[in-house]
């Protein structure tokens, strides 16, 4: 069993900065697959970034790309998102994620992560 906690939302202007970070605990995340999904009100639960186990690859919804990045310490069992240029339509709740599948689409869909944290509210204001 993996635990996760997130911690780093806020509320931030347009074209501001935040730094997510999701903590885990129970096993090494060394051996998962770790994403960042996000929930806005009353929409579904989506994907948005992900790192495989060692972190020499990563996969990014188009809509961040550029703007978010993805890393891990294996060491500290942490993962981490920078998000930076933030926009009104990147506010969400969002949730930190284990799993251990890799592959095209496979990082996308919620099904793919056994163990979810309990999500850190980010708000973009205009």
């Known amino acids: 069993q993996v635990q996760l906690v997130e911690s780093g939302g806020g509320l931030v202007q347009t074209g501001g900065s935040l730094r997510l970070s999701c903590a885990a605990s129970?096993?090494?995340?060394?051996?998962?697959?770790m994403a960042w999904f996000r929930q806005a009100p009353g929409k579904e639960r989506k994907f948005v970034a992900a790192?495989?186990?060692?972190?020499?690859?990563?996969s990014y919804v188009d809509s961040v790309k550029g703007r978010f990045t993805i890393s891990r310490d294996n060491a500290k069992n942490a993962v981490d998102l920078q998000m930076n240029t933030l926009q009104p339509e990147d506010t969400a709740v969002y949730y930190c994620?284990?799993?251990?599948?890799w592959g095209a689409g496979a990082v996308s869909y919620v099904a793919s992560y056994d163990f979810w944290g309990q999500g850190t509210q980010v708000t973009v204001s205009s």
């Open positions: 994620a284990a799993g251990q599948r």
């Open positions: 129970g096993e090494t995340i060394s051996d998962y697959t």
């Open positions: 790192s495989r186990w060692s972190g020499d690859y990563t």
